[in-house]
């Protein structure tokens, strides 16, 4: 909430990238790919930034604070009090996925899969963050045409290689 005026701003998300790894960050609605090049001595990271909602790509060099590699060094930057917030705001976005799921989840019948009283019941107090691992589309197709009967995926890759 605003203290001047009572409203409520949303904030932007954030989040840190090692740069000696090149890789890929998705958020669901964002995706920002990590490229690091090399010139000469100089390392010069770039972050492509892509608004899937509206089809426009840009890459931009990335602030000298995503280049940091240890945690120390990145509250020497920010202050604690920041880094803090950043990590809680972080964590609350963690811990609310997994339940968002299950309100989401249907079974066959079209009918909510948990309950609002079977989602309350769990016990949160445990709970810790998990890494996810982000996976590419190709890796994705290769995963669910490796789970398909050899007689279905023969006959999808006959269609797709027909069409």
Do not use: C
Request: proline share 5%; aromatic share 6%; no cysteine.
């Amino acid at each position: 909430m605003s203290a001047q005026n009572g409203t409520r701003h949303k904030k932007p998300a954030s989040f840190f990238i090692d740069p000696q790894f090149a890789g890929h960050y998705n958020s669901g609605r964002h995706n920002a790919i990590l490229h690091v090049k090399t010139l000469g001595e100089n390392i010069m990271s770039t972050i492509e930034v892509k608004a899937n909602k509206v089809d426009r790509t840009i890459r931009v060099e990335q602030p000298e604070i995503l280049n940091l590699t240890s945690l120390a060094d990145i509250v020497e930057g920010l202050g604690e009090e920041h880094v803090l917030n950043i990590v809680q705001n972080g964590l609350k976005v963690a811990f609310r996925a997994p339940i968002r799921t299950k309100l989401e989840k249907k079974d066959d019948n079209g009918d909510f899969e948990f309950t609002d009283e079977t989602i309350l019941a769990e016990d949160y107090s445990d709970w810790k963050p998990t890494l996810r691992v982000t996976k590419s589309p190709e890796e994705k197709a290769l995963e669910l045409l490796g789970n398909l009967p050899p007689e279905l995926r023969a006959q999808i890759l006959a269609n797709f290689n027909n069409a």
